[in-house]
């Protein structure tokens, strides 16, 4: 009588094992990229959302701090004691007498508005002026901002103080 010991494994059962392990590691391996894919994506998102915020801060803090001598649709002009600012938007470029310059490259500001929204109720002398601005990065991603404030427009003989023409709606 003979006595066979099975002590290995099949053909069959290595084919089985090996198939199955590739299945699971090709899995793994698609996961893993398909993450690393989305947590890239959300990161050139946040940092276009901070890009398009921090340049909105920016204007609307020289804004609080001046008068607005004139604005238009793509264009503003702010006076302070020292100096005058202004923005403009032409040719799908921000300028301030050099353009605008964002931290991150490769993202450009799109759009850059000023429409009048209302006028108050309470003085008709008030204006509310909305600010967009609309950024996009290099690969098509966009974040936009839209800032409500209220001027005072200035009379005839009427003289403002840097600080008398602002009233900002959060």
């Known amino acids: 009588m003979k006595n066979h010991s099975n002590k290995g494994f099949t053909i069959l059962e ?3 094992a090996i198939s ?3 299945i699971v590691i090709t899995c793994v391996y698609f996961t893993w990229n398909s993450l690393n894919r989305h947590i890239a994506a959300q990161k050139r998102k946040a940092e276009l959302s901070y890009e398009i915020n921090w340049a ?4 609307i803090s020289q804004i609080r701090r001046s008068r607005i001598v004139y604005w238009n649709e793509h264009e503003i002009m702010l006076e ?4 005058s600012v202004h923005y403009e938007f032409d040719s799908g470029l921000l300028k301030n007498k050099k353009p605008f310059q964002l931290a991150y ?3 450009k500001i799109t759009e850059f508005n000023f429409k009048e929204t209302e006028s108050s109720t309470h003085e008709s002398q008030y204006s509310m ?3 967009k ?8 991603d966009t974040a936009s901002v839209a800032l409500i404030f209220e001027i ?3 009379g005839e003989k009427e003289q403002m103080g840097p600080m008398d023409n602002w009233n900002f709606k959060d």
């Open 14 to 16: 290595l084919i089985i």
């Open 20 to 22: 199955m392990a590739s």
């Open 56 to 59: 909105s801060q920016q204007i």
């Open 80 to 83: 302070t004691e020292k100096d």
């Open 105 to 107: 490259k490769g993202i």
């Open 129 to 131: 002026i909305e600010m």
């Open 133 to 140: 601005m609309k950024a996009e990065n290099a690969l098509g």
């Open 152 to 154: 005072k427009e200035p």
